[in-house]
């Protein structure tokens, strides 16, 4: 069994129509590259996690098996930047036979990750923020980096079906006519699934 240890943060069961088909666990994981200004887990993200082998991490998850078998639903995986974890995910996936791996991701990582991950899960929930360069970086405090170029990747390479992009309105930061971009690029690279939706400021 691998020694590899998960950071983990929080765990959120039953879970339904949120994270895909079925009934899910929210797995979520410390660690990401951006500093989101409205980040809903910024206070989730500041707690020390407690570092757990797959096998722990199994035997907390396992209780919802039969859910899980039942509804074709599985671990849903968060954070933070889910994609960070690749070698524990490839340790963990053996024991969870029959369950739906997704991962919710920004995709700001390099592209060797994201080509990793598309061996691994079974769906991607992605937040794109927004397709503009200077609006991205005044937003996450941080450069949009490989984002286009990991959506193409996906766009050409996992099953569409399977790809959901979430496109928000960022209050003081975009505009309806920014997410109207961002989905009409979406829609041209391919992508089926475009949620557009405003994010909800709360006090971190
Ligand atoms: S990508 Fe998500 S977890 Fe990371 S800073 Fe932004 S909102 Fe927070």
Do not use: A, I, M
């Given at each position: 069994m691998s020694e590899l240890k998960y950071p983990l943060l929080a765990l959120s069961r039953h879970r339904m129509e949120v994270d895909g088909e079925g009934v899910t666990t929210l797995v979520a994981g410390a660690g990401c590259p951006l500093s989101c200004a409205y980040c809903i887990n910024k206070s989730l993200l500041r707690q020390a996690p407690s570092f757990v082998t797959a096998a722990e991490l199994y035997e907390k998850v396992r209780i919802d098996d039969l859910y899980f078998q039942a509804t074709g639903g599985g671990l849903c995986f968060g954070g933070g930047e889910s994609l960070l974890h690749a070698d524990f995910y490839e340790a963990l996936r053996p024991l969870c036979s029959g369950w739906r791996f997704t991962a919710e991701t920004s995709l700001n990582v390099s592209p060797e990750a994201v080509r990793r991950a598309a061996e691994i899960f079974d769906a991607f929930i992605i937040?794109?923020?927004?397709?503009d360069p200077a609006i991205y970086e005044r937003y996450t405090g941080k450069p949009q980096g490989p984002v286009k170029e990991n959506l193409s990747w996906l766009a050409a390479?996992?099953?569409?079906?399977?790809l959901h992009v979430r496109v928000p309105l960022i209050p003081g930061y975009n505009s309806e006519a920014d997410q109207a971009r961002n989905e009409a690029v979406l829609r041209e690279m391919g992508f089926p699934h475009i949620e557009r939706f405003p994010y909800v400021i709360r006090p971190s």
């Open positions: 937040d794109v923020k927004t397709l390479n996992f099953e569409p079906s399977r």
